[in-house]
């Protein structure tokens, strides 16, 4: 995206140089006519054009490589979000299984404990 607004900077600044270069040749179009100022002008900007040109089909590229991106950045997102849930999905799952484990555990504690009291006081 850097590369782009250098791009877009680059390209006004010619736009410019052209517009400045068509005041100063209006200028010299007033009276005498120097056709060699006019044809300068003239190839100056041709190639001017030519590479604005070229500049804006580099941009649309790099507009191409940053709509890409954008789209592997949100599939990338969606993915990561995907395995955050599951993930979180799976604690929770655990967290029951060992509350579970562990309600059993003291189920079996409390009746041994009172199984044993049981038999103190039948004794």
């Known amino acids: 995206m850097s590369r782009r607004v250098g791009m877009e900077n680059e390209l ?59 789209r592997r950045l949100v599939a990338a997102r969606r993915e990561r979000r995907a395995l955050e849930l599951l993930r979180d999905r799976r604690l929770a799952s655990w967290r029951r299984e060992q509350t579970l484990r562990e309600t059993a555990e003291l189920d079996d504690l409390s009746a041994g404990v009172y199984a044993r009291r049981s038999m103190e006081v039948e004794s």
Do not use: C, N, P, T
């Not at 041709?46 to 941009?59: K, N, P, Q, T």
């Open 12 to 70: 006004r600044s010619m736009q410019e140089m052209i517009g400045r270069s068509k005041r100063d040749l209006g200028g010299a179009l007033v009276g005498s006519v120097d056709l060699e100022r006019v044809s300068r002008f003239a190839r100056y900007s041709g190639e001017v054009a030519f590479r604005a040109h070229g500049l804006v089909r580099e941009i649309a590229g790099l507009e191409r490589q940053v709509e890409a991106a954008r």
